[in-house]
């Protein structure tokens, strides 16, 4: 009988394994969220003019907002903070026209609890655990600015192509058909994607006000792991489909720059992460 049963759990393992082949996330940690506000660091906080140079150091902190999935239930949260910083390079042609490259760094630490599906439909089980992740990302874009001229109000506008380096780790328990399973999942996503920018900029004192939007445009992301069954000690090979990443990220917020000393500060929300960074630059080239 001992044996019938064996062969029977056998049986439903495998049932499970199959049915996980393919699974769907009802929300994962999406890099995006945590990159995405360092590439206001390519905004032309500073007015063009010909031949300016200007490097821009801004280094910054990130934190994650707990939020909930559509159905409410809880699940759509994780809590992730860390550090993060840009290094960007800007040459202005004109007063209207200019160039800029920027190299990005982040990387965070939390808790990401999650709800996974199988089949986009049914639910599989659900899963928390300790994550660890850093992303690199490697953006030039140009940069056009309908005003010029006398007075301090700009509206510059900026398109780049970014590339963008991803991983991420995570510890996980999951509850998938009446077992417990444990196991590591690591997502590694190279992805090269389009990034529009808006950074209107004014004069208040010795002040340069500035507030800034940005869309970066999302793509496919596709991870893999195992799972061990603590029981039995069986494997449970998963491939995962993010149902997030075809998604557009915009990020938005506002900034001020002291003009004297040239540093400033800058303050980016994106739907799941908060970011603050302060940011010297160092100008050269261009008529005073």
Request: charged residues 15%; glycine residues 12%; contains cysteine.
């Amino acid at each position: 009988m001992k044996k019938i049963y064996y062969l029977f759990s056998v049986i439903l393992l495998g049932c499970v394994c199959s049915a996980a082949a393919e699974v769907r996330f009802a929300n994962t940690l999406d890099f995006r969220s945590m990159i995405s506000p360092i590439l206001a660091a390519a905004a032309p906080v500073t007015k063009l003019k010909p031949g300016l140079n200007e490097i821009k150091i801004a280094p910054g902190i990130f934190k994650g907002k707990k939020s909930k999935d559509e159905g409410g239930t809880g699940f759509r949260a994780y809590d992730v903070k860390g550090t993060a910083g840009a290094v960007s390079y800007l040459h202005a042609f004109s007063e209207h026209f200019g160039f800029s490259v920027l190299l990005g760094y982040e990387k965070g630490a939390g808790n990401a609890p999650t709800l996974i599906k199988v089949n986009q439909n049914d639910l599989l089980g659900a899963y928390s655990g300790d994550v660890t992740q850093q992303s690199y990302v490697l953006m030039p874009s140009i940069i056009y600015d309908p005003f010029g001229g006398p007075g301090g109000f700009r509206f510059p506008i900026y398109a780049g192509f970014g590339y963008y380096k991803a991983n991420d780790e995570r510890e996980i328990t999951a509850s998938i058909g009446g077992a417990t399973y444990q196991g590591t999942l690591e997502q590694t996503n190279t992805i090269m994607a389009p990034v529009f920018g808006l950074a209107p900029a004014f004069d208040v004192w010795k002040f340069r006000m500035n507030s800034f939007f940005i869309m970066m445009m999302g793509s496919s992301t596709e991870k893999s792991g195992s799972l061990r069954n603590v029981t039995t000690g069986a494997n449970m090979p998963l491939s995962f489909v993010d149902d997030d990443s075809s998604e557009m990220v915009g990020t938005i917020g506002v900034g001020a720059k002291f003009t004297p000393w040239n540093l400033g500060y800058t303050f980016s929300l994106i739907k799941e992460c908060s970011f603050h960074s302060f940011n010297w630059s160092f100008n050269w080239g261009a008529p005073k």
